[in-house]
């Protein structure tokens, strides 16, 4: 295929590098690939909030745009460009806020809480969210990634052994020897 658009995925999956590198396989040589993800600063309200209160952190540890870039490489990608914004969602109600990280997707973290929280968490979590007058409104921030990279010409392979004739060799070194003086 001649492109790949890959629109908040990445960040869904245990292991980025290996899609990064069924891309790679699917593009033509030339080929284009884009895509967005979230990064390491999504959700720092949250993660300090769950910290304060001794609890495994709310969503998985995000991966930082450079070593996204690094990934492209490895993957085998030419000229990555990466790019991040931040964007801070505000939200009138603590419920709001919740509805919106249940859109959002699941929790990959792998320290997770395993069984389903009860009322009583989720009222505490409720009542730690709720903002004092002084700090209103309620807020997220989304760290957003873009990349972009391109499936290079294939390298040319070196073999293991070059021919190169005495001729050629004594040619070569007179040249570089220069007018006797």
């Known amino acids: 295929m001649g492109m790949v658009w890959a629109?908040?995925?990445l960040h869904t999956t245990a292991e980025p590098g290996q899609w990064l590198s069924t891309w790679?396989?699917?593009?033509?040589?030339?080929?284009?690939l884009m895509f967005s993800?979230?990064?390491p600063d999504t959700?720092?309200?949250?993660?300090a909030l769950y910290e304060k209160l001794?609890?495994?952190?709310?969503?998985?540890?995000f991966t930082d745009m450079h070593d996204w870039g690094d990934m492209l490489v490895e993957a085998g990608f030419a000229e990555p460009v990466m790019d991040m914004e931040r964007i801070v969602l505000t939200f009138e109600t603590p419920e709001r806020l919740l509805q919106e990280l249940r859109e959002l997707g699941r929790n990959l973290n792998p320290q997770r809480f395993g069984a389903c929280r009860g009322r009583q968490w989720k009222a505490e979590l409720l009542q730690e969210i709720k903002p004092s007058e002084a700090s209103?409104?309620?807020q997220l921030t989304f760290e957003v990634i873009y990349g972009h990279a391109?499936?290079?010409?294939?390298?040319?392979?070196?073999t293991a052994e070059s021919v190169i004739s005495l001729d050629d060799m004594k040619a070569s070194l007179r040249q570089h020897q220069g007018p006797k003086g």
């Open 24 to 32: 790679h396989q699917a593009l033509k040589t030339d080929g284009f």
């Open 43 to 47: 959700l720092i309200e949250l993660r």
């Open 136 to 138: 209103r409104p309620l």
């Open 37 to 39: 993800c979230l990064g």
């Open 7 to 9: 629109n908040m995925g």
């Open 150 to 158: 391109m499936k290079p010409l294939p390298r040319n392979k070196m």
């Open 54 to 61: 001794g609890w495994p952190a709310p969503a998985q540890a």
